[in-house]
């Protein structure tokens, strides 16, 4: 982690939660702010471990996942719980309860954040009751897709469950890639990342990944990314759960 200039106020209106503060509020905020950087790999937040400050993503992504880092050559299949990209929080919950993370968040990929001091978002919140408001939607939102993810996990079919989550991506982060309503998801999405994903080995992943790329539902972009083409399929899939074939 090293730092770097901070970027105008202006900026924080596209990150969550502060996106509901008028100007004068953002700014105030900003002044508080520190601006931090890190590098593809860099463990940003430790499972159980407490931090005296939250943090935005303001370029770059991140995944989160369960216990610490496993190591690169420990052979064992990473559980990822979920990636996040620009605009979004980071350490939500331990600012709330000050019990540590739930969880450890490793960069994706060069991750630039917004760092505010925990003292400092909680008397944000006392003085924009609207920042409380959001805060409370934002968790109900949160619990929301959790429920649905596990529910599609628990179909124990890995082209259900990458469906399911590329979906899901699509509508959280997704972004238009061109005028017929193709979606590019914003992440390195390796192959070895969405076998975290979805619980399913990386063999059976690839397998899905190619079924899906060759009936046309998705394409693969530079940089590990991937573009959705046609989410009614996707949608299909989801709904009717059919197993097929070597998935």
Not at 1 to 11: G, I, N, Q, T, Y
Not at 17 to 41: D, K, T, Y
Not at 159 to 183: I, K, N, P, Y
């Amino acid at each position: 982690m090293r730092s770097a200039k901070l970027p105008d106020a202006d900026v924080l209106l596209h990150l969550n939660l502060l996106n509901v503060l008028s100007p004068i509020q953002r700014a105030q905020l900003h002044s508080r702010m520190q601006f931090r950087v890190f590098l593809a790999g860099e463990l940003m937040l430790e499972h159980e471990k407490r931090s005296k400050a939250l943090f935005w993503i303001h370029e770059g992504s991140v995944k989160v996942v369960t216990g610490a880092k496993a190591a690169p050559t420990s052979g064992t299949r990473e559980a990822v719980l979920n990636v996040r990209g620009a605009g979004a929080i980071l350490g939500e919950l331990n600012a709330f309860d000050g019990n540590g993370h739930t969880a450890s968040v490793v960069a994706l990929e060069e991750t630039t954040c917004f760092m505010l001091a925990i003292a400092d978002f909680h008397q944000a919140i006392e003085n924009a009751p609207a920042l409380g408001h959001a805060a409370t939607r934002y968790f109900v939102d949160c619990i929301r897709l959790n429920t649905e993810r596990h529910e599609v996990m628990a179909l124990h079919n890995v082209a259900c469950v990458l469906a399911g989550q590329f979906l899901q991506l699509s509508d959280t982060w997704g972004q238009a890639a061109d005028e017929h309503g193709a979606m590019l998801l914003p992440f390195p999405l390796t192959q070895t990342l969405l076998s975290g994903l979805t619980g399913h080995s990386r063999e059976r992943v690839s397998r899905a990944v190619g079924s899906f790329e060759s009936a046309g539902y998705i394409c693969c972009a530079p940089r590990h990314r991937i573009v959705i083409r046609n989410h009614a399929a996707l949608r299909q899939v989801l709904t009717g759960c059919v197993p097929q074939a070597g998935l």
